[in-house]
Structure formats: structure tokens, C-alpha cells
């Protein structure tokens, strides 16, 4: 049981959007994807749902090419959040369109958490609040009975409390069900604490697919003073700058060794303190300008 996507590719107007993306999505992992605006998120969701025909490369899910078996992509349910069809109608409506398209959707689970989350099966879409509309999609989801779900941006401008919902929604199902996401958002605090695994799209291609449990014990972020102005080899060749405030070198290490270490040490630093490793900090490395470094005051 898993989804592999394999060399994934996506030309629109002779342009390449996404290059040969591949990755494994193993059932009952939460996986974020983060990318900068335009990186190509939505669209790799839009081929890997089968709504844009791949240019090249396919999913195979569960064993199963989609190509020789397209029925297996009823595995996996993804919303387009930008182009959907449902405006008009009422949720009841709606989730009837979803009931036909997913065999295993359940009506009774549908309705029982429409009342949990104080919507109405008669509202129209249209009438939905943002919030409530992302929430409407998460239900929907979660009653498809498809085990690999994928979410564009749920937490896009929603307050905490509703965002909080949702975490609560996606864990719980995950605990439950090993119902598994795959979740692009520019809300990294919020992905920080939910994911397992992250992606990040740089320039049409997956730049780094990281185990976030393998990070954090491979990777070190330190704040550095050295005694002099010059900055030690060490720091050049085998770190990465995130920040500098004055005299304190902020320093993302992607694979920490005993021999960078000992380098450091042997650089006399008059400060070196290890600061918790968030995906702010990895977002900013690798897919920021490596030129640009953030100046603090
Ligand atoms: N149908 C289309 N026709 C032409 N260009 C497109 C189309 N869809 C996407 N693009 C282009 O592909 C690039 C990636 O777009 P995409 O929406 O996939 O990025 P994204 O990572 O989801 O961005 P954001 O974080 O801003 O939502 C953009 O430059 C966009 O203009």
C-alpha cells in the first residue's frame, strides 16, 4: 500500500511547470509540500489527480500503474480549490456528486459531521464562509473513504481556531484510519507540527524530500560568535548562513559531523548555541536566494 509517483512532468504552452517529480507516500504519513508562489504545487496536484494529462511519468498506487489501471486513482481525492463547479449547489447536492465517484463514501458519517461542524446540508456553496468552505472540502474528503488525500492550501486565510479544526480533523484520521496527506501550504509553523515529511519544489523540480524525524537529528541550526571578524572555512564550506545580527552568525548545517564539530570548535567561537531546526529555517536555505542573507537588527 503506497503511492509512487514516478518522474512526474507537466508542460503547459511549451513550458515546463513540474520536471520528473518522483516520491514515495507511504499510507498514515502527513507529507507537506511547500514551494515558493508559482513553484508549481497546484499543478503538480492537478496531474497527479489526473485533471492535467502528465507529459510524462505516471502514479502507481497500491502495485498498480494508473495507466493500466486508471480506477485505482479512486484511491485518491483531491479538490481543486480554484476550479470547482459547485458554487450553486447545496452541500447535500454536492456530496451526492462525490458518493457516485467514490464507492466507499459515507453518507451517515457525511451527515454526522456536517452537524458537528454546525453546517447546513441545505446551505448553497457560495453561501459558505472561506473558512467553512475548506472545512466543507476536508469533510468531504474524510467521508470519500479514499486513503490518500490531498489539501491545497487548507489553512489559506483562515483564523486559528478554524485552522486548529482542521489540524484536529487531519490527526484524528490519521490516528483512526491511516488515511494519509499530502498537504501544500505557506503556513510552515502549522505544517512544523503536523508533518512527517516534507517536499520542496524549487525551479519545476523536487530540490529536497525530507523525513523530518531524519532532519532533526542529521541537521543543526547554531548561533555563532568567532573572535575575529573572519568567518571560519567550516562555516563556508559545509554551512549555510540563515541569518546575521551583528557580530552573531545565524548557521544552518545540512548534515552535522563530528568533523564540522570539531572545526567550530577549533575556530575558538565565543558563542555557539543550537537552536531548534524549524521548515522556516530549511525553506529559507533551499529555496531562497542563497545570495540573500536576512539581516537582523
Ligand atoms: N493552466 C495554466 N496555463 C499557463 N500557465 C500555468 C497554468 N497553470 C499554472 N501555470 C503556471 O505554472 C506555474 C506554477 O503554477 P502553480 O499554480 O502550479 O504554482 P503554485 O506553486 O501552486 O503557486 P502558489 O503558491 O502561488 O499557489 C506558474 O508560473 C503559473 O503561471
Known sequence: M????KGLSKQINRQLIIDKISFDWQPGRIIGLVGRNGAGKTTLFRTMADHYLSTTGTLVIDGQDVKQAPQQRQQLFYIDTQNNFFNNQTLA?????YALGYPAFDQDRFQHLLTAESLAGTSRYR?????????????LALVSGTPYVILDEPFDGLDILVRERIVARIVSEVAERQTSFLISSHNLEELDGLCDQVLFLKDQQLVANYDLEDLREQARKFQLVFPSKTVPAVVKTDGQLVKVYGRVLEVYFDH?????DAGLKAAHPVMMTACPLTITDVFRVKLGDPRAVMVGD
Open 256 to 260: 552535522y559531523t563530528d568533523a564540522i
Open 93 to 97: 447536492q454536492i456530496a451526492a456528486v
Open 2 to 5: 503506497s503511492i509512487q509517483v
Open 127 to 139: 453561501q459558505l464562509s472561506k473558512g467553512q468552505r475548506m472545512l466543507f472540502q476536508i469533510l
